[in-house]
């Protein structure tokens, strides 16, 4: 089992930047592919990006490619999604995710594990 907790959502003007945090707690840290996803209201949750157990490779949609970054801390089993430039689109619930399978391509990320979610809002 793995447990996922975010932080770092919140309310936004369009143009800012926001940077959330995914603590993981109950598996080896350093194998495991981390993933981020959003649902914004009324619609399915779609995939934003991933990034291997490695940190080597990371993989963001190109809805958002040039604006996010992924990025992981080891040290403190945390995964991170930097999300700058910020439009009111971009407004959603953010999960992260966590796949049991040790994977070498980002993008080919399926999730097992779920967090809770962090609510972004982006005004205009």
């Known amino acids: 089992q793995v447990q996922l907790v975010e932080s770092g959502g919140g309310l936004v003007q369009a143009g800012g930047s926001l940077r959330l945090s995914c603590s993981a707690s109950g598996r080896t840290f350093s194998s495991t592919a981390m993933g981020w996803f959003r649902q914004a209201p009324g619609k399915e949750r779609e995939f934003v990006g991933a990034?291997?157990?490695?940190?080597?490779?990371?993989y963001v949609e190109d809805s958002v490619k040039g604006r996010f970054t992924i990025s992981r801390d080891g040290a403190k089993n945390t995964v991170y999604l930097q999300m700058n430039n910020l439009k009111p689109e971009d407004t959603a619930v953010y999960y992260c995710a966590a796949d049991r399978r040790t994977i070498v391509i980002a993008r080919l990320f399926r999730p097992d594990y779920w967090g809770q979610g962090t609510q972004v809002t982006v005004s205009s």
């Open positions: 990034i291997t157990g490695s940190g080597i490779m990371t």
